[in-house]
């Protein structure tokens, strides 16, 4: 699952977001199984926007439904923001609606991720993006 | 009892009330005559009965339904109790496994940098290009694989041992939910057993209703996707959708 060639910065800023903190440690395992080490944690949208605001993130992983700020909501105010629309937003939730991702779609997701998911998704799903963006 | 309509009086009560005068049954004969006169009141003695007899049934109903307010009093909140207690459980379970693979990785990581560390000199030796400085460096370094895949793997075996013993919240969680799932339907019953005993019919909303959705449509995980076709099965689904939107 390791995908060694690929030319993407394993020193990124990433900023994972999800109100469970088992999930959140669930992608941070799978994400430093990558090769990332710089990863930071916020456990809703309305805590990780300040965050995002203040650091020099690279990459947003988050959940859709938490209280709070939900993630398509987060991911509305990232690209509203001239600071911030640049950055790659993953959407892993259990949010299943196909009105949903094309919401997501139409707000500028990088990527949707549906739960239960695998190690391989994540991989697959990490390589299109990056691989995008060149 | 008088089955007479409208205070006619028939031939079979002429001859009764005859019989009863002839025989001196005067209070008899009264009680007669005054049927007679009002039939309208047996009638209204009977409906009168009828709305005591269900007025009756309706309050033994609602002893039944005490019951109700025992749900609503002891047994719901228990059930928070006991649902809150799964949330628990299954986040302990899924913490002890995390911190059990977390230090398993290391461990692999370890044992599989040595194995490379060792693997070209094992070539070579399996090549018979082997020289004594670089053999004696090989055993060394396999002595050091050696004993450090010993110790490891107890050690490893151990933490697998957790990750095991970490899924024995499945069996208890499970027997919680069950009677969660009895609560509710319980309060399912009584709750129609009030509508019934109120005349109010709990048919007619049988129709599925619609699952509630939030903000932005959320509704969370999606218990019976193959029975909806506005949700998506899975991640196969979420990639066409996408594609078919140019992504």
Redo the contacts between chains.
């Keep these: 699952m390791f995908s060694p060639e690929s030319a993407l910065d394993k020193n990124m800023k990433v900023l994972v977001v999800d109100d469970f903190s088992t999930m959140r440690r669930i992608v941070k395992n799978l994400l430093r199984d990558l090769g990332f080490t710089n990863i930071s944690e916020a456990d809703d949208g309305s805590t990780a926007l300040p965050m995002l605001k203040e650091g020099s993130f690279d990459f947003v992983v988050t959940d859709w439904n938490m209280p709070g700020m939900q993630g398509i909501d987060l991911l509305k105010a990232i690209r509203a923001d001239a600071n911030l629309s640049h950055i790659p937003v993953l959407l892993i939730t259990a949010e299943a609606k196909k009105e949903q991702i094309v919401m997501a779609a139409q707000a500028g997701v990088n990527g949707y991720i549906v739960k239960p998911f695998t190690a391989a998704t994540l991989n697959a799903k990490l390589d299109k993006i990056f691989e995008r963006l060149g | 009892m008088s089955v007479d309509t409208g205070g006619h009086v028939s031939l079979e009560e002429a001859k009764l009330l005859v019989e009863y005068l002839e025989t001196g049954q005067q209070e008899k004969a009264d009680e007669l005559i005054e049927e007679i006169q009002n039939p309208i009141n047996s009638e209204l003695f009977a409906e009168i009965g009828k709305l005591t007899r269900q007025l009756h049934d309706s309050l033994n109903n609602f002893q039944l339904d005490s019951r109700l307010n025992d749900l609503a009093t002891a047994d719901i909140p228990d059930a928070q109790e006991r649902l809150n207690y799964v949330i628990t459980r299954t ?1 302990e379970a ?2 002890k496994t ?1 911190d059990a ?2 230090s398993i ?1 290391p461990v692999v990581d370890t044992i599989q940098k040595q194995i490379k560390a060792v693997n070209p000199l094992w070539q070579k030796l399996m090549h018979n290009k082997l020289d004594l400085p670089e053999f004696k460096s090989l055993c060394i370094d396999i002595d050091i694989l050696l004993k450090t895949t010993d110790k490891e793997s107890v050690r490893m075996h151990d933490l697998m041992t957790d990750v095991l013993m970490a899924q024995d919240f499945q069996d208890l969680t499970g027997q919680v939910i069950r009677k969660v799932i009895d609560l509710v339907r319980e309060v399912e019953d009584s709750l129609i057993g009030m509508l019934t005993a109120f005349g109010l019919s709990s048919e007619g909303s049988s129709e599925p209703s619609k699952p509630k959705v ?9 218990v019976n ?1 193959t029975q909806r076709d ?3 099965a ?2 196969d689904d ?1 990639d066409d ?2 594609s078919s ?1 140019g ?1």
Excluded: Y
């Design positions: 986040e899924a913490n995390m693979v977390e990785f939030g903000d932005n449509l959320v509704e969370g995980p999606i996707a506005d949700v998506v899975d991640q979420v959708l996408l939107l992504f």
